[in-house]
């Protein structure tokens, strides 16, 4: 049987000490981390993040402002209002809740936020840093799995992990993670071939696929620490993993549960990130 690696309660725990470092950071600089947060119209999903990403800055004492603009909202608009972030002191870290509305050229919008208060990670300029080993804020998911791993005590040093998932935001990006962690790393994706040959060889999996219960007991092998990154949404209205847990859960050594596993991570460590930013702009003004 598998140990449960419970990502609510590894967060609970991050964002207690990002609450005592945010104490210290006001305590000697005078004022709060910020971030800013945009939406663009109602998706109900979006809203529902939103609302906690504002909810978790004042459980952390940050400063935050959340930015609701209409659906109809113009490129120039919103290119506008990053603009206007980007030289606003008060804000270290801007977030643009994605997907935006079809109209929005949505890699514009990214490029036009300040890389040093990209929070996300997306901007290329940050990926670069990702995959030369040497940065400041790593995207919030692959940074939340390296988090939950080491919250739980588990070497990556030497060991082969197995990501399935090519995605800029999470599978590369975690890739990346791992080889700094020292991990053998596999990338796959949906041409690769023998896909459960190759999983089964692995020490550490991690599922990014987007595939409700993908991931059977043939993949694992046992005694493996199993990931799933996976979220998916039920005919039934229940979220699930990419991964069968009642089939791979008795193989697995460690497993991270849908919801509960790392889901609840993300949003901790664009906390974590936001703080980072805000240290990273601090030091810079005391250089001069
Ligand atoms: P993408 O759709 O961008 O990427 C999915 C990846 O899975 C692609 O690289 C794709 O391969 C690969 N894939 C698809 N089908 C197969 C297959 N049959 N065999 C092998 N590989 C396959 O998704 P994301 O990376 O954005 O997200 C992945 C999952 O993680 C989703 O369920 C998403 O909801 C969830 N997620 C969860 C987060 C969290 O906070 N917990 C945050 C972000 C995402 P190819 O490149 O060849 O198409």
Redesign the pocket.
Known sequence: MAQIIDGKAISAKIREEIKEETARFVAQRGYAPGLAVIIVGEDPASTVYVRNKGRACEEVGFYSEIHRLPENTQQSELEELIDRLNGDDKIHGILVQLPLPKHLDESAVLLKIDPAKDVDGFYPFNVGRIMIGDFDIAP??PY?VMELLRYSGIETRGKHCVI????????KPQAMLMLKADATVTV?????QN?AEICRTADILVA????AD?IGADYVKEGAVVVD????RKADGKLTG?VNFAQVEPKASFITPVPGG??P??ITILMKNTLKAAEVAGDALGAF
């Open positions: 919030c998911t939340g399935v998932g090519r995605s800029n935001i999470v599978g796959c994706h949906s041409k690769t896909l990014a696929i987007g595939k993908f990154v996976g979220i998916n990419d790392v889901g991570m993300t």
